[in-house]
Every structure is written in C-alpha cells, then in structure tokens.
C-alpha cells in the first residue's frame, strides 16, 4: 500500500533502515484509522509521532582497567510525552545508533500507550559492549554515562530502565551516579533493587507478560500452554521468564540461544536446567553452549549471522517466542515455522519478525503477536513500579503478579477489539497500532500544534 508519509519518512531518514521499518509496520496499519479520522491528517498528527521531541547525543569517556582512555557514544531519544513522562529501557549493545533507538523510541510510544497506564515514549543506550568487561569497567562506564544523562532525565519527565545488556547490575550503578550528582531520592530509574524501591515482579515481568497474553490469544481458541511444545531465543532477562512461565503453565520449551548459537533440549528445560541457565547468564555471564556440556543428550549449534535462515526456527514446534533481538525470523524462517505447523508466534523482543515474516505468519493464518502488545508487561511492571514510588509503599509479589495479568488481558482485549472495528479480525498487529495511535493521537490534538 503506498503512503505519502511513509515516502516523507524515507527521504527524511535515510540511514535509518531499523526506523523505516518499524515506522512502515505502524503507518501501513493506521492508515485506515487516519481515514476515519481526517483531522488527525489535517493536524499532521501520525508525520509529528515520527519526529523525536528531542534527541539527544553525547560522547561518554571513561578509563579502562589498564587506564586506557575509552570513549563511546550515548544517546537519549525522548520521542513523544503526550501522554506521560517519556518511558524506555537503555540499552548497552555494539549495534546501538541512532536509526536503532528511534526505531525501539517510536515502538515505546504505542507499546506505553497500550498498557493503559499514563507513560510516553523514550529509549536510550550506547554502543558500549558489556561483554568481557570487569565489573569495575561496568561501574565506571556506568558512572560515565550518568554524568550527562543525569541533566536530562527526571521521575516526572523521563525514567529510563534496563534492556540488552542492562539489568539489576547496571540499573544500579547508574541509579547511584543519578543520586550523587542530583543529591535526590527519587524513582528516576525502574528496574530498581527490591529495597531500594523497586517493584516485585518487575524482572519477571516482560516474560511473564509474553506468555500470559500468548495464553489469552490461546483461549480465544478454546486452547492453551498446556502440553505445547515451544521454542524460545534469547537466553537473557526475556527468554529466562517467559520459560519459567511455560513450565508453570505445563508446556515445554525445547530451545534457547544467545548470539553465538542455540541449544536444542528434547527433553525441555526444566525448572532445574532453568536455574543452572540463569546462573551461566546473570552470574558466571558465560556462553549458552556451556548448557549443552553440562546436560545429556543437548544438541548445540552455531549461528552464522550471514546465513539467510536461522536453523533454530526450522524445528518442529507449537508455539514459537523469539526473545533476543530485532529481526531475528525473517521470511525464510517464517516460512519454515509455518511448513512445520506453528499454531502461534509472539514476540517476546522488539520487532524480531521482520514485514516480510509478519505478513507469511498472517497470510497462513497462524496467530501472531507484536512485541508492542505482547512484550508490554515490562513497561506495565515499571509503571506499577513509578506509581509505588509516588505513593511511597510497596505492593505484594501477589497484587503486581494480578494486575501484570489484568493489564495483559486488557492489552488483549483491545488489540482484538479494535482490529474487529477495523474490519480485520483476529489481526493483532492492526489492533495494537490502531489502538495505540488513538489514544496518543487524541491526546496531542487537545494539547495542539507543538
Ligand atoms: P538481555 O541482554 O537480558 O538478553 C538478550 C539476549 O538476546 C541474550 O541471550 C543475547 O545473547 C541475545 N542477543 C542480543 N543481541 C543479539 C544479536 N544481535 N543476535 C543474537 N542474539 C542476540 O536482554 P533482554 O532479555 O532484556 O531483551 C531481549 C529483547 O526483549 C530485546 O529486543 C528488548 O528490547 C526486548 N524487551 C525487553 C524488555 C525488558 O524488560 N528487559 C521489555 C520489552 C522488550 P548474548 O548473551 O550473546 O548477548
């Protein structure tokens, strides 16, 4: 379908193929609801979404253990506050740049808008690698990092968390710089340590999330986990719940993989094998394959980043979560997934199936969930965790766990309602664009041209 603003986004945005296509997915979806709604176009609402309120790009200097001088790139886009304070994980990855942040910022407007609780859209990083790093490097690019993000954030104007390669770890450190240069106690960051305010369930949340709305999906078919066979990437925060949480609801999960291979377990990984995966990933930060040497009849194989399928999405399965990183099943993989017979695919990470493989999934019927509506339960447990913070007290691991559920249910609902509305039933992806874009669209109309 051709678009205008889609054109005007390319031509703006050349060098940003990770923005183009996250902005393609969203306009060619909403382009139906701007029909409905000619004021929207005539205030050129959805061309203004598309432009960061503001950008923010920084050098980060630090010295390394050998007292070496480092230097690495920070940003901050704070991309649309209609609705809230700007709300968006930091992440610390090589591949991190500008076209990546818009793309993950401008996912966060909709995804926030979603959960129904008053967050805009943000999101940070750097291209600093985490990997191999001492926990002193850890500390001190953390500390580096803070020294300039710390003017520009706030609990009530923008309150980053973790992503890749930020968790509890980095949170911390970078919560500390903020308290030691502002001289204030505030829920600036979420993701915090529980004692230091942060929200029970807040780590398991994003998993969690992912599997109790696959689970609603599931039902409106009168199914469920139950006895599924499932396969998973990533092995980071993500995969590590959304497994526990299959395994609870009495499925199976029979792969998981980190950027240089995956692991192939028959047998699932049980709760056990879970917590020996967890201690490789959080503790000892080793490589996936040591799982395969440690249990019996695990298969591991490398992942060649040129190759133009990825083996791990060629297994015969019931449901599938990717959970690591962009792009990672494109048509060749969806294909494959729907050749052996997936009933289901929800992302777990942000925009891993590419345009092409969403639209294999939906031609073929098979049910598919965005990251924006699936992987929200992080963004709804950090928002749980701001309002504790505001209110100074704590909630029970049972009162977050009930409302993560409510709040996926609702998240659900309407991406199914509003795709009926729109003449496109059972299509979560039209549901979750359209749903969102209302809601932030009308909010900026009242608040006018600015
Ligand atoms: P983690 O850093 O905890 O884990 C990331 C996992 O993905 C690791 O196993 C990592 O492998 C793998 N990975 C990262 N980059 C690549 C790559 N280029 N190719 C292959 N594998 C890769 O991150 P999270 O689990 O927090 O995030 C995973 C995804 O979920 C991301 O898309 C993130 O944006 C999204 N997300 C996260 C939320 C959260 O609350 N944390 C909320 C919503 C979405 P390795 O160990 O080798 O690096």
Redesign the pocket.
Known sequence: MHSDILDAVKQRNPNEPEFIQAAEEVIISVLPALDRHPEFRRLKILERMLEPERLISFRVTWLDDKGEVQINRGYRVQMNSAIGPYKG?I?F?P?VNVSVLKF?AFEQIFKNALTGIPMGGGKGGSDFDP?GKSENEIMKFCQAFMSELTRHIGHRLDVP???????GREIGYMFGAYKKIKNEFTGVFT?KGIGWGGSLIRTE??GYGLIYFAENMLHTKGDSIKGKTCLV????????YAIEKINKLGGKVITA????GFIIDEAGITKDKLEFLKDL?NNRRG??KEYAEKFKGVVYQE?D?KADHNPMWNIKADCAFP????N?INGKDAANLVKNGIKLVGE?????VTIEGINILIDNGIMYSP?KAS??G??AT?GLEMTQNYMGSNWTREEVDNKLQSIMKNIHDTCLAVANEYGKPGNYLVGANIAGFLKVANAMKAQGVI
């Open positions: 994980g992440r990855h591949s993950l990997k968390a973790g992503d890749i390669g930020v968790g993701g949340a994003t990437s990533g092995s980071g925060n993500v995969a590590q993989s980190d950027s240089n990933k490589r996936i992942i980043p959970c690591a990183t962009q990672e777990g990470a942000n925009m891993p990251g992987n929200a992080g963004v950090s």
